[in-house]
């Protein structure tokens, strides 16, 4: 991480976990624990945990977010939320192009800009996600693909706008898998998406921007993750639904 010029932020991914009352009693256990953090902390919830999750958070460091966003402000999109309705709901951040969402509902680079664009117009912060399959890291594409798809996401994001952009850079062979890249790859592909930023909108713009790693971040790795220059915290699935896990990467991304 580089402190000096851009900030760090811890951000779970619950999916599809917890009622509204379980995600009001973890976020409860958490508040104390992450109280002193010395980074942004961020807690991605599914749609009907939202109301529960931002009030158990007010009064405390912890920013909630939703798990994906529509394009449109509204219509006939049966099951789909605009980023108006989240902001109604006291959203301040959302993901957006998960793998998961990429891989089992038909995301495309063309869709996650559009929701991109959707959520910073209406004054939203975004972490957006890119990330490559095993079988495109084995054939030599990784740096290809995630320039390609930061590029792709980010098409129409003015610099201003680009100020309330993070991105996860999640290698899609270690979302779930338990397999986590090594520090020095999850450096590698977070470098490969500043450097798309920097031929985008110029290097202090790079060095600006907040880059995550998110595959398979835990307590016993996040350490050696966040040692790295290029990682600037980490987007956080199964261990971000245990409070003592997240706290020590939280405090892992504080030193």
Not at 38 to 54: F, K, Q, R, S, T
Not at 88 to 95: H, K, L, R, T
Not at 130 to 147: A, H, N, P, S
Not at 235 to 240: D, H, N, R, V
């Amino acid at each position: 991480m580089n402190k000096a010029t851009r900030k760090a932020v811890i951000a779970g991914n619950w999916k599809m976990n917890k009622t509204p009352a379980e995600a009001a009693a973890l976020i409860e256990e958490m508040k104390p624990l992450v109280k002193d953090a010395d980074c942004e902390v961020v807690l991605c919830v599914p749609y009907v945990d939202i109301a529960a999750a931002v009030e158990a958070a007010k009064g405390s460091n912890i920013k909630i977010g939703a798990e994906n966003v529509h394009f449109k402000a509204s219509g006939a999109y049966t099951g789909e939320i605009s980023a108006e309705m989240l902001l109604a709901c006291g959203v301040e951040y959302v993901i957006i192009g998960h793998s998961e969402r990429r891989t089992y509902f038909g995301e495309t680079d063309q869709t996650v800009n559009l929701r991109t664009l959707a959520a910073l117009n209406a004054g939203l912060k975004v972490i957006v996600c890119v990330g490559e399959t095993l079988e495109q890291r084995e054939l030599g594409y990784t740096e290809t693909l995630l320039k390609f798809q930061t590029k792709m996401a980010l098409t129409g994001v003015t610099k201003e706008q680009l100020k309330n952009v993070v991105i996860a850079y999640e290698p899609v062979w270690a979302i779930g898998t338990g397999v986590t890249a090594t520090d020095d790859q999850a450096d590698e592909g977070n470098g490969f998406v500043r450097a798309a930023v920097a031929e985008a909108y110029g290097a202090e713009a790079a060095e600006a921007i907040t880059v995550q790693y998110g595959g398979s971040m835990n307590a016993k790795n996040a350490d050696g993750l966040v040692d790295k220059i290029n990682v600037d915290g980490g987007l956080i699935g199964g261990a971000s639904l245990k409070a003592a896990d997240f706290a020590v990467i939280v405090k892992a991304a504080s030193k």
